[in-house]
């Protein structure tokens, strides 16, 4: 079974980066400070973190 959470994404960083998912973890830690439900989640198929906040439709 799977379950399809509609999300918004905000940034993308690929996973390739020498700092592995860092920098998305920095950014999503600048939008919760900023009042954003902000999380960092791996899109396999794109091999790149993303930065996603919950759609709010």
Not at 21 to 45: I, K, N, Q
């Amino acid at each position: 079974m799977t379950a399809a959470i509609s999300a918004k994404v905000l940034e993308r960083f690929p996973a390739g980066s020498p700092r592995g998912s860092w920098p998305a973890e920095e950014c999503a830690a600048r939008r919760r400070a900023e009042g954003e439900a902000a999380t960092v989640v791996m899109d396999l198929e794109s091999d790149a973190f993303l930065v996603v906040v919950p759609d709010e439709d």
